[in-house]
C-alpha cells in the first residue's frame, strides 16, 4: 500500500501535469502580431500558412482585425500562448473561389491606407505583393505573384481564409460577394495553427517578403 506522503507526492504531480500548459512545438524566432494592421507579420505568416496547409489551398489572407496584439518569444509555443494573439480563437475557416482580379482588387483594398494602419490590412500566404504606399489610391498595388508565377486575373484560385472574412467581413463584402464557398472547415483557427506548428516541430519567420514595398 501506498503511503500517505507518497500518494501526496503523486497527486501533486498529476496535479502539475494537468494544469502545464500544453506545447505544441517551437519557435525560433519571435511569432508577433505588432505591425498587423499595416506590414507583413511573423504570426500573421505562420498563421496563413497553417489555414492553407490546414484548407488544402495554395493561398491564404487573414485581416488584421482577427489578431490580438502580442508576441511570442523564440522557444515553446503554447495552445494559450496563440489563442492570446487571435481575436477569436474557436473561429472557423472557409475556403473560397476567387478569381485573380478579386485577389487583386482584396490587396488593393488591403494596402488602400498603407503605412497607415487599417484592421482590414491583409496577412497572406502563397502571394508575394508589391506595393507603392505613395501611390494612386486603387493603384497601388505593383505586382502580384502566386508562387513564382505572376497573378493571372482569369484565373480561379481557391483561397483559404478566416470564416468572418469569407463572409465579407471587414469591408471585403464588395469583393467577395458573389464567390463560391468551396468548402469549410471544422476546427477553430488556435487549433489550426497549434496543430500546424506541432505538425512542424519547430517554425522560423522572419516577416519578411510576402507584402513588399516598392516603387
Known sequence: MNSPTGLK??????????VAPAVAGTTKTALTTEGAESEETTFGDLTTDALADAAGTNVALAPA????????????????DVSGLLFSPEEKWAVLQLTGAQIRAALERSVSFAPTPRT????????TVVYDPGGTRGRKVKSVSVGF?????????????????????????TIFGDAAKVRSGNKGLAAVVTDYVTAQGSVSYTGQGRIVVGG
Open 65 to 80: 482585425v482577427s489578431f490580438r496584439s502580442g508576441t511570442i518569444a523564440p522557444g515553446d509555443v503554447t495552445v494559450a
Open 120 to 127: 482590414f490590412f491583409l496577412q497572406v500566404s502563397g502571394l
Open 149 to 173: 508565377q505572376e497573378l493571372n486575373d482569369a484565373a480561379k484560385y481557391e483561397v483559404a481564409m478566416p470564416e468572418s472574412l469569407a463572409d465579407g467581413g471587414a469591408g471585403y463584402f
Open 9 to 18: 507526492v503523486l497527486l501533486v504531480a498529476w496535479a502539475l501535469v494537468l
